[in-house]
T-cell receptor, first 114, second 109 residues
């Protein structure tokens, strides 16, 4: 079945630094990938839709300059949290799926900003 | 926009059946999904149902869809302690998935 790989699975960084998270589709091509954020004991909130070869579409309230998304190939999307602050600490999950098929999720990246 | 709601908590005895309920608002959703999330992990796709179906069975899992009432349920037969997790229902909305709040299933011996 469709496999989505996310890396790293966890990262600790200092306030003010930037962190890049990768999301790869391993056995299919994905023109679209989705980035979600999950706060403890809460549901997943869609942050943005990553579009291969074009700009990402951000949900209302998500700062595009803060959360940079790059989807340079059909199998890779990256989310960069720029100038991270403790309030950015969260669980970030990407998802993708073959066209016309259900979405599969990566294992998530737990970001802790100290 | 789409709104998806679930009850927050369910506790069942091992061996019993669990039924997790979900309601959604957008009748144009094409697929409805159930995902499982264990502590500290990502989401695992359990099953999904196409909107023109009313039932789908996959081993211990049975999904029922009442499109008229916009109600989705997941039944887990012979619930095991390994089924303890958070279960999310989700509805697609113009290619995006909108998630419910999640139901925490606790299975006790």
């Amino acid at each position: 079945g469709a496999v989505v790989s996310q890396h790293p699975s966890w990262v600790i960084c200092k306030s003010g630094t930037s962190v890049k998270i990768e999301c790869r589709s391993l056995d299919f091509q994905a023109t679209t990938m989705f980035w979600y954020r999950q706060f403890p004991k809460q549901s997943l909130m869609l942050m943005a839709t990553s579009n291969e070869g074009s700009k990402a579409t951000y949900e209302q309230g998500v700062e595009k300059d803060k959360f940079l998304i790059n989807h340079a190939s059909l199998t890779l999307s990256t989310l960069t949290v720029t100038s991270a602050h403790p309030e950015d600490s969260s669980f970030y999950i990407c998802s993708a799926g073959p066209q016309g098929s259900p979405l599969h999720f990566g294992n998530g990246t737990r970001l802790t900003v100290t | 926009g789409e709104d998806v709601e679930q009850s927050l908590f369910l506790s069942v005895r091992e061996g019993d059946s669990s039924v997790i309920n979900c309601t959604y608002t957008d009748s144009s959703s094409t697929y409805l999904y159930w995902y499982k999330q264990e502590p500290g992990a990502g989401l695992q796709l359990l099953t999904y149902i196409f909107s023109n179906m009313d039932m789908k069975q996959d081993q211990r899992l049975t999904v029922l869809l009442n499109k008229k009432d916009k109600h989705l349920s997941l039944r887990i037969a012979d619930t095991q302690t390994g089924d303890s997790a958070i279960y999310f229902c989700a509805a697609d909305n113009t290619d995006k998935l909108i998630f419910g709040t999640g139901t925490r299933l606790q299975v006790f011996p």
